[in-house]
Structure formats: structure tokens, C-alpha cells
């Protein structure tokens, strides 16, 4: 049983384009995260749910919105896609101090 | 502002080689510190470090925290091909769980 998993691992679209990305972690963590990586690796924090709450929102176009349903499931939804959206969205659950489990990543090219 | 470095960006070595990666911080409220392996896919948990002086230690990998120096250091010895990879650290800057991650140090080990 895959811990933390999310749809869909790749992802080819034009600009302009709106996405989904789907996200289920089996742990039973409270926090839940997203995070985008860049062609350099560089792991940047985009969102962060605890039990459903947004708690965490870092500085990321308003087309990209996140939704959390339960506290097993965070969704990211991106509108009007644009070229530099291009990247590894990682999304990842946490117990609080025991430290971030990641999913296996969605890839993310934007044409 | 919150900040995660890590030295040196890249290293190549050789098989048997021992190496030591290195990550600083400047953060407000340091809670933990972590350490992740990144191959192809997700980042792997490889660390936690939350106290000073104490190692951490899995076969060929050791890691100690020095929250004197506000750094810590990661260990490889007797590498091996398999060792190649991405190692990121990320630290928590305000008991918020917001980890932040450093740039990483992107580890060659050539047969």
C-alpha cells in the first residue's frame, strides 16, 4: 500500500489549460502538504493543510488553488496554466514533529 | 528571512570515498532538522536531528546536529554507486511544521 499517492504521476497540457492534481495519504497524519520543485531540485513549500484547515500559503499565484475535503486527501487545482508552472508538484503528509513522507511526485509539463 | 544552505551544490567522488555534506540554517524558532536522499523520484526520509551532539546513524550513513554552529552534518562512508543521488535537507523555522528546504548537494560516486 502506497503511503502517501497522487494522480496523475504525468502530466503533458497546453497553456491555458486547467489541471488537476490529486492527492491520498493512508498514515493518518493531521498535516498535509504541497510542494513544487523546479528543474533545478530547489523544493519549495506552496500549501499546508492540518485536518482540513489551510494553515500554511506561501506566496503562489491565486490560479493556484487547494482543496482539502478530509484530512486524508489535498487536492491542487491549477487554472490558466502558463509555461513556468512546468515542475514536480510533490505532495506530502506529516504527524507534526516526526518529520514529511512525499508522494512519488506528478510531472508536470506545460507546452 | 527563514533560511536552509547546503554545501558544497555538487561533489563528485569515488567508490570507497568518504564524504561529508553539510547544512546551515538561519531560522526564527528551530523545532528539528532533516535529512532526505533523492534519487529519481520522491525524496526519501533518511534523518531527524531535533537534539545537539547526538548521532544518528544508519549502516554506511551518520548525521549529528550542532545547534551551537546552527549546522549539521551528514556522513557517507565506504560510498558506492548506489549512494548517488540528491541529498536535501530541510528544517522546521517555527514549530509550524513549515519545513524548509535547502538547495541540496547532488552526490556522483563513480565505480
Known amino acids: 500500500d502506497t503511503a502517501v499517492s497522487q494522480t496523475p504521476k504525468y502530466l503533458v497540457t497546453q497553456m491555458g489549460n486547467d489541471k488537476s492534481i490529486k492527492c491520498e495519504q493512508n498514515?493518518?497524519?493531521?498535516?498535509m502538504y504541497w510542494y513544487k520543485q523546479d528543474s533545478k531540485k530547489f523544493l519549495k513549500i506552496m500549501f499546508s493543510?492540518?485536518?482540513?484547515?489551510?494553515?500554511i500559503n506561501e506566496t503562489v499565484p491565486n490560479r493556484f488553488s487547494p482543496k482539502s475535503p478530509d484530512k486524508a486527501h489535498l487536492n491542487l487545482h491549477i487554472n490558466s496554466l502558463e509555461l513556468g508552472d512546468s515542475a514536480v508538484y510533490f505532495c506530502a503528509s506529516s504527524p507534526g514533529a516526526g518529520g514529511i513522507y512525499f508522494g512519488e511526485g506528478s510531472w508536470l509539463t506545460v507546452v | 528571512e527563514d533560511k536552509v544552505v547546503q554545501s558544497p551544490l555538487s561533489l563528485v567522488v569515488h567508490e570507497g570515498d568518504t564524504v561529508t555534506l553539510n547544512c546551515s540554517y538561519e531560522?526564527?524558532?528551530?523545532?528539528?532538522l532533516l535529512w532526505y536522499k533523492q534519487e529519481k523520484k520522491a525524496p526519501t526520509f533518511l534523518f531527524m536531528l531535533?537534539?545537539?551532539?547526538i548521532e544518528k546513524k544508519s549502516g554506511r550513513l551518520s548525521s549529528i546536529l550542532d545547534k551551537k554552529e546552527l549546522s549539521s552534518i551528514l556522513n557517507i562512508t565506504a560510498t558506492q554507486t548506489g549512494d548517488s543521488a540528491i541529498y536535501l535537507c530541510?528544517?522546521?523555522?517555527?514549530?509550524?511544521?513549515?519545513?524548509?528546504f535547502g538547495t541540496g548537494t547532488r552526490l556522483k560516486v563513480l565505480a
Open positions: 531560522v526564527t524558532n528551530f523545532r528539528s
Open positions: 530541510a528544517v522546521d523555522p517555527s514549530g509550524t511544521y513549515k519545513y524548509i
Open positions: 531535533t537534539s545537539s551532539g
Open positions: 493543510y492540518n485536518n482540513k484547515e489551510l494553515i
Open positions: 498514515l493518518g497524519h493531521d498535516t
